[in-house]
């Protein structure tokens, strides 16, 4: 078990703290203001200022986050009307107290960064500046934004992943829906703003699944990289765009492949058809290899409820050194590394290797501004300079309830991508639309185009959106 | 229904403003791209202007202040001795104050720069009077180092108490190590002044005596801040 836990395994928290309240249960009944109290003073009285270690994924990111590589990604629900201010401020409010995890800060400590707690108010912004946006010193890392029939939230990456924000966005908006007098389903699944915090919730699950003395996964070349130039500062734009997911499925069902690895091989051969068109001089110059990153969530993996980052990524790959790859070729390639490297023992590699790289003595006895310049020139020199891009698929949201009906589509912005990799996809699909989102830092959008063509080829209609 | 024309959003009837923006509902076309109204984006803004405004009082009292010094004491000075001799001291003074509060008062650019704009004018006042008074030397060989550390200190604390998150006993704990670190520069200077060689005597029995003290502020800093343990600073 952690060593960090031992702050938190002296919370005891207690999952029956509100037995005594039944006519406060959500949904079906509002919450009253001695509940609201009751479990304030609960909370306060258990954690008032808790801290917690960066989980392994989180380490870098203090040392190599900029105004331009914020880590800072973004979730969108656009509803069907428009959003009600009041109820949604009051949303917010009710669940302030749900995820005390993300309302910390973090600072710096002698040997490491830590996630320090502050009992502020949630942040709630209108949106109307570039997505995925640093925080500032002294701000929550996490804030609410809303728009017309949008609203949206923003995490950086130290704080949790996908998954995480999403269970956080859910529950805003069940919430949100509750606060407008619309019924919320009695099965419906969501962590509620009444419940007390799990200890899980809190976890390091990278540390909690370590396991020592594993042999090293092997090393990966150098890949290709699309050769297009930055944009100037601020670089970070977004191009949003929609396709049915049923003709998409259908495609992928087709080759008897996922829509992850049906959307992984399109990437791929996007990147080819860029790289056929180089200059011979361009060609001799670039690397042959094309690698996507693909974050997996490792909650489907391994049995952890923590809401914190808990994914690692596979790397599928093509080699134009063995010759050029049809879409066949590229799908059964990806589908079968995928199913290669989402192993469960494969997966455990990789984690004892990145949690083993923490806990070196000599590393992390080092203090911090000597690592972080050790992080930094790392992330500079290997950081992503093994992939070619990446693909973050949060899979399709459905809460099978009247709720669905509220709501028109999801969006999933990943964070801007560095200066190596320069392009990053997010997918999040809903009911019959897949939204496909492209971070973008450079002044070209071939990759984008080459990708939506490459989908109309197999009849797949896209639709740009206006994000 | 009643809309915010910046966000977008719903607001409720009788709402006047969006507690979002702040933009008033009643706002039309015409001042939509005006600046949003005194709300969350600009409260900092009008803090900024109202600090603009008391520091430019602050300097014009400060100027009539330190003016009138400098002609008293040039009048005292000339009126007895027919000629410049001790107000040579306070005039530099005064007059180095003077282009620090003007400085300070009237460029808005960050605090850093405004001292090295300040050590410039300041080194530059000196250097003009020690050919204007001729005096013997001290202008050259003593004020300006001691202006130039004076001023590097100043600097080196800003920077740590900007760096630092939580601001309490640590605040005095840094002021006092740099004190004890300007004696030592002070009575160097003053030695390779008045005796052509680096000599400390006193400043050590200072920084001595700070130390410690600097030391204890800071542990009880640590000790006090929040959650009272220093695991979270030093855990490995």
Not at chain 2, 206 to 235: M, Q, W
């Amino acid at each position: 078990m952690l060593s960090n836990l031992s702050i938190i395994n002296n919370l005891s928290f207690e999952s029956s703290c509100l037995v005594d309240h039944p006519e406060a249960c959500f949904p079906g009944a509002p919450l009253t203001k001695s509940v609201l109290e009751e479990k304030q003073t609960m909370l306060n009285r258990q954690h008032p200022d808790f801290w917690m270690r960066l989980d392994n994924a989180a380490k870098i990111y203090p040392a190599v986050q900029s105004e331009e590589l914020t880590a800072v990604f973004r979730l969108s629900c656009i509803l069907k009307d428009r959003i009600k201010i009041m109820p949604l401020l009051k949303a917010v409010q009710l669940i302030e107290d749900r995820f005390p995890y993300y309302k910390v800060k973090p600072k710096r400590g002698f040997f490491w960064y830590y996630l320090e707690h502050h009992n502020e108010k949630i942040s709630v912004v209108p949106d109307v500046t570039t997505p995925c946006r640093a925080f500032q010193k002294g701000e929550l890392i996490f804030r609410v934004l809303v728009k017309a029939n949008r609203v949206s939230v923003e995490f950086s990456h130290i704080l949790t992943d996908g998954s995480g924000a999403f269970e956080f966005l859910k529950t805003l908006l069940i919430t949100y829906f509750h606060c407008c007098n619309i019924s919320i389903p009695e099965k419906l699944s969501f962590l509620s703003p009444q419940d007390i915090p799990l200890q899980e919730e809190f976890e390091d699950a990278y540390s909690s699944h370590f396991q020592r003395n594993l042999p090293l996964p092997k090393n990966t070349p150098k890949s290709f990289h699309l050769p297009f130039t930055l944009n100037p500062v601020p670089r970070f734009k977004v191009v949003v765009a929609m396709i049915p997911l049923d003709a998409v499925s259908k495609s992928a069902r087709q080759n008897d492949v996922s829509i992850t690895v049906f959307l992984v091989s399109i990437y791929l051969m996007s990147l080819q058809n860029i790289y056929n068109r180089l200059s011979k001089f361009q060609k001799r110059k670039s690397r042959k290899i094309f690698r996507i990153q693909v974050p997996i969530n490792l909650r489907k993996i391994f049995p952890s409820k923590t809401m914190r980052n808990f994914s690692l990524f596979v790397t599928p790959e093509i080699d134009l050194r063995l010759g050029q790859y049809t879409l066949e070729e590229t799908l059964k390639t990806v589908h079968h590394l995928m199913q290669l490297e989402t192993d469960k023992k494969l997966m455990n590699k990789i984690i004892s290797r990145n949690v083993s790289a923490e806990r070196n003595l000599l590393l992390k006895n080092t203090p911090l501004f000597i690592k972080s310049l050790i992080l930094y020139f790392t992330y500079k020199v290997a950081g992503t300079s093994r992939y070619s891009g990446v693909i973050t698929n949060l899979g399709k949201v459905n809460f099978n309830s009247g709720l669905d009906t509220l709501i028109d589509h999801f969006v999933f912005i990943p964070p801007p991508p560095n200066k190596t990799l320069k392009v990053n996809c997010g997918v999040l699909g809903f009911g019959n639309k897949l939204i496909l989102s492209f971070g973008n830092i450079t002044n070209s959008k071939e990759l984008e185009r080459e990708f939506f063509s490459e989908l109309m080829k197999l009849n797949i209609p896209v639709k740009i959106m206006n994000y | 229904m009643l809309l915010c024309k910046t966000c977008g959003v719903e607001l409720d009837e009788g709402l006047d403003h969006c507690p979002l923006c702040g933009r008033s509902v009643h706002d039309d076309k015409k001042t939509l791209n005006a600046p949003l109204p005194a709300s969350i984006f600009n409260k900092k803004t009008t803090a900024a202007g109202e600090l603009y405004l008391l520091q430019r009082i602050t300097w014009q009292v400060t100027a009539v202040l330190l003016l009138s010094g400098i002609i008293a004491t040039l009048i005292i000075d000339a009126w007895v001795h027919k000629r410049i001799t001790w107000s040579v001291f306070p005039i530099s003074v005064c007059t180095i104050l003077l282009s620090y509060a003007a400085v300070l008062a009237l460029i808005r650019t960050g605090l850093v720069l405004q001292l090295i704009i300040g050590w410039i004018i300041s080194t530059g006042v000196l250097i003009g009077f020690h050919y204007i008074f001729q005096d013997t030397g001290w202008m050259l060989r003593l004020a300006i180092p001691i202006l130039f550390i004076t001023n590097l200190m100043t600097m080196v604390l800003i920077f740590l108490m900007r760096s630092v998150g939580t601001k309490g006993l640590n605040v005095f704990a840094f002021s006092l190590f740099m004190i004890a670190i300007y004696c030592i520069c002070l009575e160097g200077l003053i030695s390779l002044y008045t005796r052509n060689q680096f000599f400390i005597q006193w400043s050590i029995i200072v920084t001595a005596c700070l130390l410690p003290v600097t030391a204890s502020l800071l542990f009880i800093h640590f000790r006090i801040k929040r959650n009272k343990h220093l695991e979270k600073i030093f855990h490995t």
